[in-house]
Antibody
Framework: QVQLQESGPGLVRPSETLSLTCSVS????????WSWLRQPPGKGLEWIAY???????NYNPSLKSRVTISIDTSKKEFSLNMISVTAADTAVYYC?????????WGQGTLVTVSS | QSALTQPASVSGSPGQSITISCTGT?????????VSWYQQHPGKVPRLILY???NRPSGVSTRFSGSKSGNTASLTISGLQAEDEADYYC???????????FGAGTKVTVL
């Protein structure tokens, strides 16, 4: 059973960079798509980006200018970097397997943007 | 503003059937069978309950079913149970931005 676990700081200052990593266990990271999604407190889900094991990526156009997703298959990890964060980026960030539909999710990590 | 439109809330009594609609456009739901649905209980991780419009992942109850007509996808929950009380989100691929969009979610209340 594939398991995912997010890690990264829970507090980020405005204008700084948010960096998160997702560790994959219990299965292979190859031949699959891997995504980041987020959910602001009390609000709905938003897809951020996906990466394929080859490094192919796709981004939510509303976030594309600020976001980079990458994968390290040797470490069975994929990562998210988001620059120039504001309070509007405060959310629970989830990593998940898939692109278009997401069948395995991490537990989520709350990232608060505040000074 | 979400690209997909869902009713804010739907309610039903135990044992009844309810349907949640998810309306998009000819660039997303109307063009592709890439619609998925998620159930999320308060404070919990979203759970995939349908993909590609009507396919259920292993372990998901047959009480959940999906369909699509034109630009609108639907999730039907049959034999409503107390445990079905949750938020439900639809998701679709959209060719307008070659990305994926969610609905704002529907809160299901079991009366």
């Amino acid at each position: 059973q594939v398991q995912l676990q997010e890690s990264g700081p829970g507090l980020v200052r405005p204008s700084e960079t948010l960096s998160l990593t997702c560790s994959v266990s219990g299965g292979s990271i190859t031949n699959d798509y891997w995504s980041w999604l987020r959910q602001p407190p009390g609000k709905g889900l938003e897809w951020i980006a996906y990466v394929f094991h080859t490094g192919t990526t796709n981004y939510n156009p509303s976030l594309k200018s600020r976001v980079t997703i990458s994968i390290d298959t040797s470490k069975k990890e994929f990562s998210l970097n988001m620059i120039s964060v504001t309070a509007a980026d405060t959310a629970v960030y989830y990593c998940a397997r898939g692109a278009g539909w997401y069948d395995h999710w991490g537990q989520g990590t709350l990232v608060t943007v505040s000074s | 503003q979400s690209a997909l439109t869902q009713p804010a809330s739907v309610s039903g009594s135990p044992g009844q059937s309810i349907t949640i609609s998810c309306t998009g456009t000819s660039s997303d739901i109307g063009a592709f069978d890439y619609v998925s649905w998620y159930q999320q209980h308060p404070g919990k991780v979203p759970r995939l309950i349908l993909y590609d419009v009507s396919n259920r992942p292993s372990g998901v109850s047959t009480r959940f079913s999906g369909s699509k007509s034109g630009n609108t996808a639907s999730l039907t929950i049959s034999g409503l149970q107390a445990e079905d009380e949750a938020d439900y989100y639809c998701n679709s691929y959209t060719s307008s931005t070659t990305s994926y969009v969610f609905g704002a979610g529907t809160k299901v209340t079991v009366l």
